[in-house]
Nanobody
Framework: VQLQASGGGLVQTGGSLGLSCTASGNIARINDMGWYRQAQGKRRELVAVVTSDGSRTYADSVKGRSTISRDNAKNTVYLQMNSLKPEDTAVYYC???????????????????WGQGTQVTVSS
């Protein structure tokens, strides 16, 4: 399963940015889709995750400023970030977990895949 992320860039403090990530491959079902980030010199951390039934979890640091959503028909997850702060600067990675499809169209092996990362820089 491959994940292609896009939408990063440079934005000023207080600005907004939207990220998207599309999963492709022999996918039978996607359970969780989420976004993580890793700032320079820091560990990768969860930003937000959305389950297949639409339940959302956010890190406290972005709660109220970000919205995660998904389009199951397109195997795509989105992250809209508002009121951005310099501390939001990081490489953002999408992650997807689910099941591959068997040749018979049933659920096969579990997969967990990461996207390539997209840089978000918030200038002060």
């Amino acid at each position: 399963v491959q994940l292609q992320a896009s939408g990063g860039g440079l934005v000023q403090t207080g600005g907004s940015l939207g990220l998207s990530c599309t999963a492709s491959g022999n996918i039978a079902r996607i359970n969780d889709m989420g976004w993580y980030r890793q700032a320079q010199g820091k560990r990768r951390e969860l930003v937000a995750v959305v389950t297949s039934d639409g339940s959302r979890t956010y890190a406290d640091s972005v709660k109220g400023r970000s919205t995660i959503s998904r389009d199951n028909a397109k195997n795509t997850v989105y992250l809209q970030m508002n009121s951005l702060k310099p501390e939001d600067t990081a490489v953002y990675y999408c992650k997807s977990e689910g099941y591959l499809a068997t040749r018979w169209g049933t659920l096969g092996s579990v997969f967990a895949s990461w996207g390539q990362g997209t840089q978000v820089t918030v200038s002060s």
